[in-house]
């Protein structure tokens, strides 16, 4: 250890709490009520460590329900012991469904909302650190519809804190101090090794740097050592024959639209968190690249977990102001041992779920209503999975659930088959107008009370294939190769489906288009049809009102003609003398042929019954300028055709008024 330089970790003032001691660790054993003895077996034989007897409730899930506080309970609930009770004849839940007049719900445990956090902590988590100590892995999994209360039950309030505050809490109580740095690191694929002086150097560092970027460090450090006062007169567990080689190690990541992210990965600015893989077959599933970070006291754990939690995908819905929208998981991890031949590597896992939602009342779009897809998407799977294993069990028939279907139930796949301890905090809140969530979660909880733990939980030992990074990475190399195979198969599989539905789909999309060209083709005939018919109507209504123009035309010259012969009559025979009239009988005479036309193209321009009469009449005035007067004398009116003209002074043609 002489190359390790002490300076580095001189700490920061700011973060100073990190080098101080635990209170606990300093009152180590100053309260050591109900000494517990934890003996570490390293026996490689697994007969040895299955022979221990399970209590017939151990045999199963452990199922506890919480009721949410602070909310009213509806009538319709009742709590007997254990059982939980559903009166399904309450006019009022609306339950078309129900047959029955009441549902009952059995669990290990039922924690009224009067219940105290430290109380649910006590029957649940407790004993699980002690057998985690003794090497024993445990998952405790939140599950809940929103806002029911699963991350405060996990991770609390500073002022109230979860179960997880608690467990690292009571970790640290129950050890000895941890030395200043780690001796092994536990590998993504379960298994550990024994570090060097430069990666103990290394992974001190990198604690240190998560440390020091945490935000309100001193707020977290304040609410961390007033647990640690509450909590100081618990009873411990003694950890009596502690092994040379012990380091703890955590992490924290989110499932977040059905991909892994690591929240303990520092980022530089403007840099995406990136995705992780899953790796590992069957009963070694893990996440690809995770980072453990090491911590040696309760407020380091308490910090790091605060510092992931900040990354962790939060939003607000209709239904819970701070709403998960991933599944978190956390992780501890104990290495202890002797040499790394002699390693026991165990995990505890607490999962909180991000809750199923009823799209209706949530009111998502956008963003939020993918997640929710993606979140009530893996449930469901997980509901799925976890109906299948009791299914196989309850037939006695290997039935595989289709763990692959989300990276949940990828992950837990050992712990929901039942070879590893796991247990399910279901959550609801007891409000009326829940009611129809709370079912689908008590449901899901009846089915999960029932799945059997068909092995006492396997100690995970190093064995001599994983004594050095160089094997542990081969055997990885070959797990990932495995994997990948079996994921390029099923991708095969899932393409070619995908590609024969394409198919599928071209062949209708062709088909229909053809239809509709046909049908298109049809429209234009018919369209093309209609106006063709509709010109040739038009072209014949034109010809006969040429023909009608013609005639009137004829009509009109016509009756120029005999106008002109009067004209010339009325010339030689006139008894009226005046010039002016003279002058233009005179003009009337030679009346051009163009006079005819303008006759005609008046009348064009007339749409009334008298057309024809009022078109000479504007000749006769206007443009042979025939005195209105002379117009009246019977030989015109009988030209004209017209019994009497207006006995107006005036007669209004084109907008002229012609006296
Ligand atoms: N037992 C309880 N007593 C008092 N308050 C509670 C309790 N459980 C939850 N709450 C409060 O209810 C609110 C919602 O709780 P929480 O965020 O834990 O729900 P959740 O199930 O994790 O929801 P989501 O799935 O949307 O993340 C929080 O303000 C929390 O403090």
Redesign the pocket.
Known sequence: MSNIDEDLYMPHQKISYLQSRDPSILTWNKYGLNKVRVNLNFSSDESSVQSTVLKEEEKHLGVYL??????EISSIYKIEDDTFICDLSDSSINNKIAAQTEEKYKFSTIFG?E?TQRFIFDVTVKEKVLKFINGENSTIM?Y????????????G?PV?PGIIPRAIKYLFHSLPILKEYPQAKPLPNGQAVILDDNQKIAEKRETFNILKDLPNCKDHARAFNAMQERLSMDPVAVVENITPIISLWISLCEIYNEQVYDLLQPLLKGQCRPKLKIGGLQDNIYIKDLKYVNVRSGLEAYGILQYGLQNRN?AS?A???????SHCIFTIKLVQGYNSENLLISSFNFC??????RLKKTLNVGDRLRESNSINNSLLVLGRCITMVRDGQDKKQNIMPPFRESKLTHLFQKAILGKENIDLMI?I?PSKNMFAENQHTLNFSAIAKEVVIDKTPVKVLNSSRFLDLDNASREDEIMDLRYTIRELRDKLTEFEDENRVLRDEKANLVLQLSEERLQHEEDIDKERDHLIKGYREMISIKDEQIDTLKRDNEALSKQIRKLQKINQLTVLNSSDSSDDVNNNFGGLSNLPTSCQNECESVSWAKDSANTFQESLLEVLMVRLAIPLRCLHSARYRRVVGMKRLQSSPSVHIGGFAVV
Not at 144 to 155: A, D, N, V, Y
Not at 352 to 357: H, K, N, Q, R, V
């Open positions: 919480r009721i949410k506080g602070g909310v909302p219940r939140a809940g519809s929103s806002g029911s209360g699963k991350t405060f039950t996990l991770i309030t109230d939060k819905t239904i819970n102001l701070q709403s998960s929208r909180d779920l991000a809750g199923s939602e959550t809140n």
